[in-house]
């Protein structure tokens, strides 16, 4: 049973940093590309950074220079590290992954960034 489980989020001011943690379990971790989507109040989901198995990263063009998507393959762990944090960033952050055409989502960590 695929499992992710993020953790980390909670209340910043404008221009602080956050680090947001994924745990995956029931897949081969170090195979899979990882995902970080997020959804702000009345918006679409959005793909904010991705990482595949040979390290290689993309980032929206929004948190480009902001936000750092890293990888600990002996944790089963991904981690999107996030620096100053502004209004726009706001909203529930997603880990995603797919393992043989099924995609999978955890339950969502809240970021909230104050003025």
């Known amino acids: 049973q695929v499992q992710l489980v993020e953790s980390g989020g909670g209340l910043v001011q404008t221009g602080g940093s956050l680090r947001l943690s994924c745990a995956a379990s029931?897949?081969?971790?170090?195979?899979?590309?990882m995902h970080w989507y997020r959804q702000a109040s009345g918006k679409q989901r959005e793909v904010v950074a991705t990482?595949?198995?040979?390290?290689?990263?993309h980032y929206a063009d929004a948190v480009k220079g902001r936000f750092t998507i890293s990888r600990d393959n002996a944790k089963n762990t991904v981690y999107l590290q996030m620096n100053s944090l502004n209004a726009d960033d706001a909203g529930v952050y997603y880990c995603?992954?797919?393992?043989?055409?099924?995609?999978?989502w955890g339950q969502g960590t809240q970021v909230t960034v104050s003025s």
């Open positions: 990482i595949i198995s040979s390290g290689y990263t």
């Open positions: 995603h992954t797919y393992l043989g055409g099924v995609l999978y």
């Open positions: 029931g897949i081969d971790f170090a195979s899979s590309p």
